[in-house]
């Protein structure tokens, strides 16, 4: 039996894509929500250090699965290596209701005005493909508003001298300074730089019906047990299926969408959870799988018009893709400095994400989430031995002394860093699968060092007795804050979608995920991603009232 038609199908049910089923369905629109994995709960809360979204060392816990879902990595030496969702050069981000929102640290930041302005504030970067956003901050700006008060963000940005402006306060205060953030606050004052409380998407007070954080050490990379975090699972998704237009259908794996003769989007193919392909015809297709499933779902959908895949007539889907890398520096204290609090990270400065000498961007720097265990095994100075009696003795001694800054530094997106659709290698459903090649712009590594640098200062005006770097390699950035795979822009020559986030070449056909971001800011993009989604669903509807979208 064919299914009912409905306006919009939606591919994708993370933070951009619960945004949009929002948005569209409180309007009236029908929509159906497909996603590939499953809807989580606080029931798969369990505390296993082994097995959370960041160290995976036992699967990928909130998905995808590693049997069914391969990948293709690429080294910088031109070795292929099939890869699983519990390995790194995989670049995973949770498969689930909510996507990576559902388990991530909550960071909240709104990006600032140079950071759509990459191009025009530092000129062409040698080797990059850095360039401005068709939009600027002021466009994003009412929407980042939205998005803070409608899905519920804490803190307090009010010492941030160097944040864009802004009309309203955060709707929540942030929580109580951990020991972490007493030692560090004064240390940075000290050296001239602005501190300020971290905006989360994370309750404080209770807030639209859900809980307070309960501050445990079980946060970034596990499911909330008391629902404080707030991702589209638990905010605009419940609030979509409630318009009674929206049906969210998990367990979902989209293979194509159906275009007719002339090329415009008729719906997906898709393989239900019960392995059965189907067909959903629908008004709109609206992609929201993330930078690398995004660019995959385009790529495989061919036609006599788009022989490369569905708005890649210049070469342009699954490019540019970056992350963030992650320089840190960590301070070995006399006393103890861990108090068990979640989340950990508190504490800020945004001195070092613009104006630095001889540098094209720069980095936010900020304490750690509390790290497990397991994961400090990682993180010991160079040295110390991997095991044994030295390496114990180091971790015991060292685990409740250390505090560690860090920071994601803006990358200099780069041409032949790169999604494309193996030739050889499909999943469990036949599908060509995401081959990932390339790697991060030497620029990108310089910044790095510099931020590391700036982080070990830091550390060390505060107290510490012994600090060391960690700085990044060379190879491909991907992982949770993957983007710019899709990028806007104004030149169908040089970009995928338009401002509006709708395909050059398809008009009924929109990406809406980090994936068109043209540079990724020196934050965690996610607040970016759903202030994003806000404008650019705005904008849909405004097309649809005109019947300008529809088929």
Same mark, same amino acid.
């Given at each position: 039996?064919?299914?009912?038609?409905?306006?919009?199908?939606?591919?994708?049910?993370? /933070? #951009?894509?619960?945004?949009?089923?929002? @948005?569209?369905?409180?309007?009236?629109?029908?929509?159906?929500?497909?996603?590939?994995?499953?809807?989580?709960?606080?029931?798969?809360?369990?505390?296993?250090?082994?097995? +959370?979204?960041?160290?995976?060392?036992?699967?990928?816990?909130?998905?995808?699965?590693? @049997?069914?879902?391969?990948?293709?990595?690429?080294?910088?030496?031109?070795?292929?290596?099939?890869?699983?969702?519990?390995?790194?050069?995989?670049?995973?981000?949770?498969?689930?209701?909510?996507?990576?929102?559902?388990?991530?640290?909550?960071m909240a930041w709104r990006y600032m005005e140079k950071d759509f302005r990459m191009?025009?504030?530092?000129?062409?970067? /040698?080797?990059?493909?850095?360039?401005?956003?068709? =939009?600027?901050?002021?466009?994003?700006?009412?929407?980042?508003?939205?998005?803070?008060?409608?899905?519920?963000?804490?803190?307090?940005?009010?010492?941030?001298?160097?944040?864009?402006?802004?009309?309203?306060?955060?709707?929540?205060?942030?929580?109580?300074? +951990?020991?972490?953030?007493?030692?560090?606050?004064?240390?940075?004052?000290?050296?001239?730089?602005? &501190?300020?409380?971290?905006?989360?998407?994370?309750?404080?007070?209770?807030?639209?019906?859900?809980?307070?954080?309960?501050?445990?050490?079980?946060?970034?990379?596990?499911?909330?047990?008391?629902?404080?975090?707030?991702?589209?699972?638990?905010?605009?998704?419940?609030?979509?299926?409630?318009?009674?237009?929206?049906?969210?259908?998990?367990?979902?794996?989209?293979?194509?969408?159906?275009?007719?003769?002339? #090329?415009?989007?008729? #719906?997906?193919?898709?393989?239900?959870?019960?392995?059965?392909?189907?067909?959903?015809?629908?008004?709109?297709?609206?992609?929201?799988?993330?930078?690398?499933?995004?660019?995959?779902?385009?790529?495989?959908?061919? !036609?006599?018009?788009?022989?490369?895949?569905?708005?890649?007539?210049?070469?342009?889907?699954?490019?540019?893709?970056?992350?963030?890398?992650?320089?840190?520096?960590?301070?070995?204290? @006399?006393?103890?400095?861990?108090?068990?609090?979640?989340?950990?990270?508190?504490?800020?400065?945004?001195?070092?994400?613009?104006?630095? &000498?001889?540098?094209?961007?720069?980095?936010?720097?900020?304490?750690?989430?509390?790290?497990?265990?397991? *994961?400090?095994?990682?993180?010991?100075?160079?040295?110390?031995? *991997?095991?044994?009696?030295?390496?114990? +003795?180091?971790?015991?001694?060292?685990?409740?002394?250390? =505090?560690?800054?860090?920071?994601?530094? *803006?990358?200099?997106?780069?041409?032949?860093?790169?999604?494309?659709?193996?030739?050889?290698?499909?999943?469990?459903?036949?599908?060509?699968?995401?081959?990932?090649?390339?790697?991060? !712009?030497?620029?990108?590594?310089?910044?790095?060092?510099?931020?590391? /640098?700036?982080?070990?200062?830091?550390?060390?005006?505060?107290?510490?007795?012994?600090?060391?770097?960690?700085?990044?390699? /060379?190879?491909?950035? #991907?992982?949770? !804050? *993957?983007?710019?795979?899709?990028?806007?822009?104004?030149?169908?020559?040089?970009?995928?979608?338009?401002?509006?986030?709708?395909?050059?070449?398809?008009?009924?056909?929109?990406?809406?995920?980090?994936?068109? !971001?043209?540079?990724?800011?020196?934050? +965690?993009?996610?607040?970016?991603?759903?202030?994003?989604?806000?404008?650019a669903s705005g904008n849909l509807l405004k097309a649809w009232k005109g019947s300008?979208?529809?088929?």
């Amino acid at each position: 039996m064919a299914l009912k038609h409905v306006n919009a199908v939606i591919v994708g049910a993370g /933070a #951009g894509g619960g945004v949009v089923a929002k @948005e569209l369905s409180a309007a009236g629109l029908s929509v159906a929500l497909l996603e590939r994995g499953r809807w989580y709960s606080a029931a798969d809360c369990r505390k296993d250090d082994l097995c +959370n979204q960041r160290t995976q060392v036992l699967g990928a816990k909130f998905g995808p699965d590693d @049997e069914r879902n391969p990948r293709v990595a690429v080294d910088g030496k031109g070795r292929e290596t099939v890869v699983v969702a519990s390995d790194g050069a995989y670049s995973n981000n949770a498969a689930c209701v909510g996507g990576g929102t559902f388990s991530y640290g909550a960071m909240a930041w709104r990006y600032m005005e140079k950071d759509f302005r990459m191009r025009s504030t530092y000129g062409a970067v /040698a080797g990059s493909t850095l360039e401005d956003w068709p =939009i600027d901050y002021f466009d994003l700006e009412p929407y980042y508003e939205k998005a803070e008060w409608e899905m519920g963000v804490s803190g307090d940005v009010s010492n941030n001298i160097f944040k864009a402006p802004r009309r309203k306060p955060l709707p929540m205060p942030p929580l109580p300074p +951990n020991r972490e953030y007493r030692i560090l606050s004064p240390a940075a004052k000290r050296l001239g730089l602005h &501190p300020f409380d971290i905006p989360m998407l994370r309750n404080t007070v209770p807030y639209n019906g859900r809980r307070s954080c309960m501050r445990c050490r079980w946060c970034v990379g596990f499911a909330c047990e008391v629902n404080a975090r707030n991702g589209t699972h638990n905010t605009v998704i419940p609030e979509a299926l409630a318009t009674g237009n929206c049906e969210l259908r998990t367990d979902c794996m989209t293979r194509e969408i159906l275009l007719d003769a002339r #090329g415009r989007a008729t #719906g997906v193919a898709y393989f239900d959870a019960n392995g059965r392909l189907q067909e959903q015809t629908a008004d709109l297709a609206i992609v929201c799988g993330g930078a690398v499933e995004s660019a995959r779902l385009l790529l495989n959908t061919k !036609h006599r018009l788009f022989p490369n895949g569905l708005g890649n007539r210049y070469d342009w889907v699954g490019r540019n893709l970056q992350s963030h890398t992650y320089p840190a520096a960590i301070g070995l204290f @006399e006393q103890e400095v861990y108090d068990d609090l979640g989340p950990g990270a508190g504490i800020a400065i945004c001195d070092y994400n613009h104006g630095n &000498p001889g540098l094209a961007g720069g980095a936010m720097l900020a304490n750690e989430f509390i790290r497990l265990p397991y *994961q400090f095994l990682s993180a010991v100075p160079a040295g110390v031995p *991997q095991w044994g009696p030295e390496h114990k +003795n180091f971790v015991r001694n060292a685990y409740r002394r250390t =505090i560690s800054i860090m920071g994601p530094v *803006q990358e200099m997106p780069v041409f032949d860093a790169r999604v494309q659709a193996d030739p050889k290698v499909k999943d469990y459903w036949g599908i060509p699968v995401a081959r990932l090649s390339g790697g991060k !712009h030497p620029h990108t590594l310089e910044i790095a060092g510099f931020a590391a /640098a700036k982080a070990e200062a830091w550390l060390k005006e505060a107290g510490a007795i012994r600090t060391w770097k960690r700085l990044p390699g /060379a190879s491909l950035s #991907g992982g949770q !804050h *993957q983007a710019g795979t899709c990028r806007m822009g104004n030149d169908p020559k040089t970009s995928v979608v338009n401002k509006d986030c709708q395909l050059h070449e398809v008009d009924n056909v929109y990406v809406i995920d980090a994936s068109v !971001h043209v540079t990724n800011g020196g934050f +965690n993009p996610a607040l970016t991603i759903l202030a994003n989604a806000y404008r650019a669903s705005g904008n849909l509807l405004k097309a649809w009232k005109g019947s300008k979208a529809r088929s």
